[in-house]
């Protein structure tokens, strides 16, 4: 978790595609469970709005 964090901590504003796709690669290797999943559900709705502009 401590890298996910030191991601989040780095972005300035609104995440690129890169960061958001990094962020995600760090939750999917943790185990699921109801913060994890809401974690993972919010980056991938922001990696859909990047991916419309």
Known sequence: MAAIV???ASIDGIP???ET???LEE???LPRD???S???DG???IRVL???T
């Open 6 to 8: 030191e991601l989040a």
């Open 16 to 18: 690129t595609i890169e």
């Open 21 to 23: 796709d990094a962020m």
């Open 27 to 29: 939750l999917r290797q």
């Open 34 to 36: 109801a913060t994890t």
């Open 38 to 40: 809401e974690l993972i």
């Open 43 to 45: 980056l991938l709705e």
């Open 50 to 52: 990047l991916g419309t």
